[in-house]
């Protein structure tokens, strides 16, 4: 109950139980958000707001940018661990910034149904185009 399920999640996808909570202080340190269990990360800002960071990794530099968000209370950053990395920075407020990281899966997504010999269907019928 103290962390109830993200109204934005699908019923159908898992969340993790794992949870981890930020409280931190006027000039507090930055710091990267740590991995998460599930394919999708969340943060929620519960309150106060804090500045973040999101850069790609290295397999996405290419063609991903970093991005610049400012966290207000009521926010939620989603991202992909496996393409992005999410630093929070420093807390510059003279009161607390509250947050917490949890994990969820994609709905629908079952890997014993993923066949790897087989062709891909396509959104056209099956026809390919080239």
């Not at 000039?27 to 599930?38: F, R, T, W």
Request: proline fraction near 7%; hydrophobic fraction near 35%.
């Amino acid at each position: 109950k103290l962390f109830p399920r993200p109204s934005f999640i699908p019923p159908d996808s898992e969340v993790a139980l794992e949870k981890v909570v930020f409280v931190d202080g006027h000039k507090s340190e930055h710091y990267e958000l740590v991995a998460v269990i599930l394919q999708q990360g969340y943060y929620m800002q519960l309150s106060g707001s804090r500045k973040v960071i999101v850069t790609p990794t290295k397999s996405c530099r290419e063609v991903c940018s970093p991005m610049h968000i400012l966290m207000n209370e009521g926010d939620v950053l989603t991202y992909n661990p496996g393409i992005w990395r999410v630093v929070m920075m420093p807390n510059l407020q003279n009161k607390l910034s509250i947050g917490f990281l949890g994990s969820y899966s994609f709905n629908g997504l079952n890997h014993g149904e993923i066949k790897i010999d087989e062709e891909p269907t396509t959104a056209n019928g099956g026809e390919k185009r080239e």
